[in-house]
């Protein structure tokens, strides 16, 4: 079955505990990204990757990172956390139309809470 | 500036009645557009997409969105809801100049009344 797998799907953690999120895709696709979804707000996107090995940011990159090693793998890392990450977080990957980036794949996201 | 604008918070609309969700964007390249559905809990689903050709275009579950150039317009539309469709509703617009963003809007509520 073609999916999106994050984990963990909770987290409750303290400010400063660095935390990783993973993602993993088995669908192929190239193009990975990281949202996060705030009430009012709709999805943002903090990092995107075209590719292994090329990942860049999105619009809200501040306090995050993010590696690509890997074709399926897409983890998003929280240094630092601060309260105002408390959010919920959706990986997504992508299939390309006619070159662009086209329909997203998304996990069932992670619902992280900072104290 | 780029921006997608989905100017209903909260619909609420009777079980079997017609529904209509707006959606208006603002970008300087042919867009490319989306409709996702998001299910308490859960990830987002793709709807229906636009890229070219016919504005008008089908989705899964019934729902259908036409894309009006004019009105900078991809306005969503079932003929009769059900009770299932309860769920968030997320237009999304991608630029043919950037491939490699895709903007979401704020979303949608839907609620239906038995």
């Known amino acids: 079955e073609a999916q999106v797998t994050q984990n963990p799907r909770y987290l409750i953690t303290v400010t400063g505990k660095k935390l990783t999120v993973t993602c993993s895709q088995n669908?192929?696709?190239?193009?990975m990204s990281w949202y996060r979804q705030d009430p009012g707000l709709g999805l943002r996107q903090i990092y995107y990757?075209?590719?292994?090995?090329?990942?860049d940011k999105g619009d809200v990159p501040e306090g995050y990172k993010v590696s690509r090693k890997e074709k399926r793998n897409f983890p998003l890392i929280l240094e630092s956390p601060s309260p105002n990450q408390t959010s919920l977080y959706f990986c997504?990957?992508?299939?390309?139309?006619?070159?662009?980036?086209?329909?997203?794949?998304f996990g069932q996201g992670t619902r992280l809470t900072v104290v | 500036a780029q921006s997608v604008t989905q100017p209903d918070i909260h619909i609420t609309v009777s079980e079997g009645a017609s529904l209509e969700l707006r959606c208006n964007y603002s970008?300087?390249?042919?867009?490319?557009l989306f409709w996702y559905v998001q299910s308490p809990g859960q990830g987002l689903q793709l709807l229906l997409k636009?890229?070219?050709?016919?504005?008008l275009v089908q989705g899964i579950k019934g729902f259908e969105a036409e894309f009006k150039r004019s009105q900078s317009s991809f306005n969503l539309r079932k003929p009769s809801v059900h009770w299932s469709d309860a769920a968030e509703y997320f237009c999304?617009?991608?630029?043919?100049?950037?491939?490699?963003?895709?903007?979401f809007g704020s979303g949608t509520r839907l609620s239906i009344r038995p």
């Open positions: 997504a990957s992508s299939t390309r139309d006619r070159g662009l980036v086209a329909e997203a794949f």
């Open positions: 669908m192929n696709h190239e193009y």
């Open positions: 990757s075209m590719n292994v090995e090329v990942t």
């Open positions: 970008y300087g390249a042919t867009p490319y």
């Open positions: 636009y890229f070219s050709g016919d504005t």
């Open positions: 999304a617009v991608g630029a043919r100049s950037s491939a490699s963003k895709i903007i």
